[in-house]
């Protein structure tokens, strides 16, 4: 009978169900917040480390060939082997950070929720989070292990499973170059067939034997011949309404480019967009030419293989034959190339969902996008390789070039 009267008490007509309060709810949502707003620090330090990945290839070429031009000159002392090398090395070690630590621990903290039976906030989703890159990392750890016993079961093969700074964080971040390489030699192509599509897109096309006037009119009248049909249309009618509302925006769409055109000056109708077209046809004729004769002295002329830290050290000779106007085209190409390679990432049909829209994109996309463009950078300067780029070895003097030892893990420090 208690158990009836409180089941009355609780379902009765007059009985209002417990509502969560304003405060909790208020709280979730800062919670929420702040857990993405440290997300999205960690994705844009990430996303700065990938621009001084690309840039640090040009700065050194630049390097190279001003203290070519002014080796005696007392103020660019500081400009040496020992600093390029270091900040190489700075290179390498943030991104190792931002894509085995900082990347996985923005996407588990967005993830988290806290475990059950703690209190639920910051702390409790922070605590998750480090306990699952631990058991990340000793699940990689473990398969490590497990890999090596099964192809190369020697002492000196499990002595340097436990050598993890001067072995594995570089021989990990070399796998994820490599990675970076096969994207890259997938992407690279594409994006060079696109690139003229994509400028095409951004740039005001030449009229040419076209009247802008007549096709805006056309296009006006079409819109509101859409608009009147969808004003007057019910959902019994044939045509559909999400069909009709899809087509009205796609005239919208070609209405505002057609306006944008006819806007633009004449300068920027008929002398740039041939220019843009004109440079990237030269660029991308140069970029597979090099490419082929890299190739081809690869094939016939065995002194053009890779020697070790062999090379002339920086501010020793320059890269190329041309001097600084050779080495400024090579960085020119070394750009293209990167930007090539972006725009064939989101070409494929595999990444196309990865692309990112203004206010609609989601913060786990954010991530994924940063390590996308963190890996491709890491493959820059392998790709730059290929190109034809000779090898820079970073050293302080001529000497050290002809003196270079191997580290404690067997790999030469070159560039």
């Known amino acids: 009978m208690k158990e009836d009267g409180r089941a009355g008490r609780g379902v009765g007509a007059g009985a209002a169900l417990p509502q969560p309060s304003a405060g909790v709810h208020d709280e979730q949502e800062d919670e929420d917040a702040i857990v993405n707003r440290i997300s999205l620090f960690l994705s844009t330090f990430t996303l700065a480390v990938s621009a001084g990945a690309v840039l640090l290839l040009p700065f050194s070429i630049i390097s190279n060939e001003i203290l070519l031009a002014f080796p005696q000159n007392y103020y660019i002392q500081w400009l040496n082997g020992s600093l390029i090398h270091g900040l190489w090395n700075l290179a390498s070690l943030f991104s190792n950070l931002c894509l085995f630590v900082l990347m996985p621990f923005a996407f588990f903290f967005l993830e988290s929720e806290g475990f059950a039976g703690l209190k639920k906030g910051i702390r409790a989703r922070i605590l998750e989070t480090l306990v699952m890159l631990i058991l990340l990392a000793l699940l990689i750890l473990g398969m490590v292990w497990v890999a090596s016993a099964l192809v190369d079961n020697d002492a000196a093969s499990m002595e340097s499973l436990y050598d993890l700074w001067e ?27 696109r690139m003229f599509t994509v400028m095409g897109q951004l740039l005001v096309k030449p009229a040419i034997l076209e009247d802008l006037d007549e096709q805006i009119y056309m296009i006006t009248l079409e819109e509101e011949a859409l608009q009147r049909r969808l004003n007057g249309l019910s959902s019994s009618v044939e045509y559909n309404m999400m069909e009709l509302e899809q087509e009205l925006e796609n005239v919208k769409t070609l209405k505002t480019k057609l306006e944008r055109r006819k806007k ?46 062999r090379g002339p050290g920086i501010g020793n000779a320059s890269l190329s034959a041309f001097g600084f106007v050779g080495a400024a085209l090579e960085i020119i190409l070394i750009f293209y190339l990167m930007v090539s390679s972006v725009v064939g990432f989101y070409s494929l049909r595999c990444f196309g969902n990865f692309i990112p829209k203004k206010d609609d994109t989601t913060m786990t996309k954010i991530i994924g996008n940063c390590v996308s463009i963190l890996v491709l950078s890491s493959a820059l300067p392998v790709m730059s390789r290929t190109l034809g780029l000779h090898k820079l070895h970073l050293s302080n003097t001529p000497r050290d070039s002809e003196t270079a030892k191997p580290s404690a893990n067997g790999h030469q420090k070159a560039l």
Not at 279 to 300: F, K, R, W, Y
């Open 167 to 193: 072995f594995y964080l570089p021989y990990l971040y070399s796998c994820i170059s490599l990675m970076g390489c096969l994207l890259l030699l997938l992407c690279t192509p594409v994006g060079l067939s």
């Open 264 to 309: 633009a000056s004449a300068w920027e109708r008929n002398l740039v967009y041939p220019a843009v077209m004109v440079l990237l046809l030269i660029e991308t004729s140069i970029s597979v030419l090099l490419v082929a004769c890299n190739i081809l002295c690869l094939l016939v002329d065995e002194t053009a293989m890779p020697k070790g830290t």
